[in-house]
């Protein structure tokens, strides 16, 4: 199987400090990628190149076999790939549906106007919170009222909701209560069920373990490790996060 998301030998420079050294990603469709790493080992950089925030220097990337050099997140999103950082980015004072829908909004026209559809608004957001099974039901709740689990099912919702192709999960767990947790991860497998390609980035190696089923570890800039999640442990993990290994890139899988 191609890979739906390649990343070919990154280099992002700032200034005199090299943040990624010739990175290098496979991501399929389908699958859970969760990529580890010491704070500092780059996870963040390459995610923001990814989701277009930072230029590369060097190297590049294709999704779906096509180029892909993204200049702003815009253009990212555009193209079907979706972040989903650890604030959220979601606006506190808009409701649930208009967050869904935020800079996308349905438009009808009224007496030859056009008006946002806030009827259809409503009625997908309202299936769609169905769908995904979460304890937020009223599309009109103010995100600001929304415990942090349930912002993350927000998140999730949108992504699913404008078919992307690529979700990258910015450490969605973190503050989070165990049960919020749980449903983050029931969330992330149910995007990989849609076809959907995960890249979870997390720090907990017991729920990377149990979310993912490829498990990439970077340090100093670089990806140095990957394996099926089953075929790997804690310790290895850990082996390669803090230096261990003579040979970036070696991978099991």
Do not use: C
């Amino acid at each position: 199987m191609a890979p739906l998301l390649e990343v070919r030998k990154i280099v992002k420079r700032f200034g005199p400090v090299e943040a990624l050294r010739g990175t290098s990603l496979e991501l399929f469709r389908g699958e859970v990628l969760a990529l580890v790493g010491d704070n500092g080992a780059g996870k963040s950089t390459l995610i923001k190149v990814i989701s277009g925030v930072y230029p590369a220097d060097e190297g590049e990337m294709r999704l779906e076999g096509r180029p892909y050099r993204p200049a702003t997140p815009k253009e990212a999103r555009a193209q079907g790939i979706e972040t989903i950082y650890q604030d959220l980015a979601l606006a506190d004072d808009l409701d649930v549906g208009a967050n869904i829908f935020l800079g996308r909004e349905p438009i009808r026209r009224l007496l030859g106007l056009p008006v946002i559809d806030e009827a259809r608004i409503y009625q997908e957001t309202r299936a769609l919170l169905e769908r995904i099974r979460t304890t937020v039901t009223d599309p009109r709740r103010t995100v600001r009222n929304l415990s942090g689990g349930q912002r993350q099912a927000v998140a999730f919702a949108r992504a699913l909701y404008w078919k992307s192709r690529v979700v990258i999960m910015d450490e969605p767990t973190a503050a989070l209560a165990p049960m919020e947790a749980k449903n983050v991860i029931r969330y992330a497998r149910n995007l990989a069920q849609e076809g959907v390609g995960v890249l979870y980035i997390g720090h907990n190696l017991v729920e990377v373990l149990e979310v993912a089923d490829r498990v990439a570890v970077m340090h100093r800039g670089q990806v140095v490790f990957t394996a099926h999640a089953k075929a790997t442990s804690q310790q290895e993990l850990v082996y390669y996060m803090t230096g261990g290994g003579e040979n970036p890139g070696e991978a099991k899988a």
